[in-house]
């Protein structure tokens, strides 16, 4: 299998295996593979900024990236900070939520996270499998990292409505997970979300934002595109997408 082009970093020091097929996560009826990065422990946040750019992503410590034997719908983004301009609807989610306050935490288990965590995947993602994680599973999900990530907890009026993860990469911030209040009405959190780490990306004077995987034929995917101009590693090389119009649904 091919491994990730960047003589600059000791991929020597890595092993990258194939993981057994599993049932597609997005596109139903199709069975996945994963490419995993290993062993976790030498995977630092410079050999792990690398990686991102190689098509990687992580969950918990699990370092890995699409290896599907029949597809390749899954494409890795990113939105080029300095060229983006918020749409209408995007600055609407700036207005809407402008009373928003966010607070770095430490990585570590907060009970009033969890239970947000809880309903949220209840109420956005039923039956997906994580609508009934553990605290075991949570912890491992998203609070076992060995880059430098990032805990920000959002709250209004002293009630919390978002928990959001993100590393800090050579050349950006990478999204690594969000959950946030389902029942808010009127809500753009997830995309107030966005734009508020493309914002601590121009402050900190980082080049992308990582978005993970985009599938043109997911609706959950969908989001992604409504940011534009948008990034995808096809083919080993980054280049532009062409505009997808977004479903309304």
Known sequence: MALPDDADLPYSLLQFYATASYPCSYLPDREARSQVAAPAHLIDSTLYSSLIRNGFRRSGLFTYRPHCDHCQACIPVR???????????????????????????????????????????????????????????????LLQSRVDTRLVEFSEAGSLRMVSLIDILDDGLSS??????????????GVYNILW????????????????????????????????????????????????PADPA
């Not at 570590?108 to 965590?117: G, I, K, P, V």
């Not at 690594?176 to 959190?189: A, G, M």
């Not at 985009?214 to 959950?220: L, P, Q, V, Y």
């Open 176 to 189: 690594v997970y969000t959950f946030f209040d389902p029942d808010l009405p009127r809500s753009s959190l």
């Open 79 to 141: 939105i080029p900070v300095a060229e983006f301009t918020p749409d209408r609807s995007q600055r609407r989610a700036l207005k809407r939520h402008q009373t928003l306050s966010g607070h770095e935490l430490p990585l570590r288990f907060n009970d009033a996270h969890y239970a947000l965590y809880n309903r949220y995947q209840q109420a956005r993602h039923p039956g997906g499998g994580m609508d009934d994680d553990n605290r075991e599973q949570y912890d491992q999900f």
């Open 197 to 244: 780490q493309l914002a601590q990306c121009q402050a900190l004077g980082l080049p992308y934002l990582y978005l993970g995987y985009w599938i043109a034929e997911s609706r959950k995917m969908a989001y992604k595109s409504r940011f534009r101009p948008l990034e995808g590693l096809i083919d080993g090389r980054w280049q532009p997408l062409p505009a997808i």
